[in-house]
Antibody, heavy 111, light 110 residues
Framework: QIQLVQSGPELKKPGESLKISCKASGYTFTDYAMQWVKQAPGKGLQYMGWINTQTGKPTYADDFKERFVFSLETSASTAYLQINNLKNEDTATYFC????WGQGTLVTVSS | DIVLTQSPVLAVSLGQRATMSCRASQSVSISSINLMHWYQQKPGQQPKLLIYRASNLASGIPARFSGSGSGTDFTLIIDPVQADDIAAYYCQQSRESPYTFGAGTKLELK
């Protein structure tokens, strides 16, 4: 069956960086684009952008153009979200999704 | 950006029909293809795709869920509502990047 399995929770300090992984199985990885979605605590879903899994070309929503990087390791059917120079407001659960959704990765940024 | 507007809360009795709306600030349809999708999210869980392209039931989703609409106005119906359906429901458009979400409708029991 189709599954997206994300890496575990992260606790980071402001200014640090992190990289979240999203490993896909049960389908051909390059058949579907991958989107990334942020959900702050108690809030709704915020679209971050998507990455073309055939070309590796990322597209970012305006709020996520500065410190966020989408990447792929196609041979491992894995997508990545890197967040640089973490800020308190990055505290959220981050999801990867193709239609099916990963379980989410909780990122907590606190000094 | 396309703004999607959903009512924040809908209160419904078990066994009754729940009708949720999602209004877009501009058309999300191309020819006859309506690029609106619906997700269900229960507390502490990831969202789940319910309906894609306005009216197509996703795999494994019960037939009591249905979707309709075109252009700027879309509807998700749950009939009849069961206890397991208490959740937040989000619409998302894929007509134009960024593929925005609505703020969600929280389905509550009356």
């Amino acid at each position: 069956q189709i599954q997206l399995v994300q890496s575990g929770p992260e606790l980071k300090k402001p200014g640090e960086s992190l990289k979240i992984s999203c490993k896909a199985s049960g389908y051909t990885f390059t058949d579907y684009a991958m989107q990334w979605v942020k959900q702050a605590p108690g809030k709704g879903l915020q679209y971050m952008g998507w990455i073309n899994t055939q070309t590796g070309k990322p597209t970012y929503a305006d709020d996520f153009k500065e410190r966020f990087v989408f990447s792929l390791e196609t041979s491992a059917s894995t997508a990545y979200l890197q967040i640089n120079n973490l800020k308190n407001e990055d505290t959220a659960t981050y999801f990867c999704a193709t239609g099916y959704w990963g379980q989410g990765t909780l990122v907590t940024v606190s000094s | 950006d396309i703004v999607l507007t959903q009512s924040p809360v809908l209160a419904v009795s078990l066994g009754q029909r729940a009708t949720m709306s999602c209004r877009a600030s501009q058309s999300v349809s191309i020819s006859s293809i309506n690029l609106m999708h619906w997700y269900q999210q229960k507390p502490g869980q990831q969202p789940k795709l319910l309906i894609y392209r306005a009216s197509n039931l996703a795999s494994g989703i019960p037939a009591r869920f249905s979707g309709s609409g075109s252009g700027t106005d879309f509807t998700l119906i749950i009939d009849p509502v069961q206890a397991d359906d208490i959740a937040a429901y989000y619409c998302q458009q894929s007509r134009e990047s960024p593929y925005t979400f609505g703020a969600g409708t929280k389905l509550e029991l009356k």
